[in-house]
């Protein structure tokens, strides 16, 4: 509604100065029309300006909250898969476990020198010790895993919110 009523001024002071220009009204009444039409379109911009800081600032506290909302539903995700991993209910799988990258299968198979002659040895003794690996082990390692995982999501989260805070201060 500013906005149009900008346009509107904006068009009555045009037609002021081509009024002038055609010589309908001389440069005395010109002034003293424009200078009520300014004091509104003053009056109008500032309007327009506190206005879109409240648009702005509701956006952004929009925004923060859909993230707030976000954070809290995957943190609770992560916490039921804690809990039931803890409990030692079978954990739901979401995603295949990773394959290890060729570069790590053979900066782990090479000795000292370079050579690949302890990889097979190497590959036979870990899938021994998976073997004997109690289950509580692999809990273990799953909670780790999924603790790593929380962190660097509130970690991603702080980032956003910093991020929310900067626009914040800068509108």
């Known amino acids: 509604m500013l906005k149009l009523e900008r346009q509107i001024l904006g068009s009555a002071v045009t037609t002021i100065y081509e009024s002038h220009t055609k010589g309908v009204i001389s440069e005395v009444e010109r002034d003293r029309m424009l200078e009520r039409y300014k004091g509104d379109l003053k009056k ?102 999924s603790e790593k995982r929380i962190d660097q999501i509130r970690d991603e989260i702080l980032k956003a919110m910093d991020r929310l805070e900067q626009i914040e201060g800068e509108g």
């Open 44 to 145: 109008l911009e500032q309007g327009l300006e506190d206005n879109q800081r409240i648009v702005d600032l509701y956006d952004l506290e929009m925004e923060r909250n859909e993230l707030i909302k976000s954070f809290n539903t995957k943190l609770a995700e992560l916490d039921a898969r804690l809990k039931s991993l803890k409990s030692g209910s079978p954990p739901r799988p979401q995603k295949p476990p990773q394959q290890p990258t060729q570069q790590s299968e053979q900066s782990q198979g090479r000795d000292s020198s370079g050579n690949e002659a302890s990889r097979h040895s190497n590959k036979e003794s870990t899938q021994e010790s998976e073997s004997t690996k109690p289950k509580d082990d692999e809990d273990q390692q799953a909670i780790g895993d």
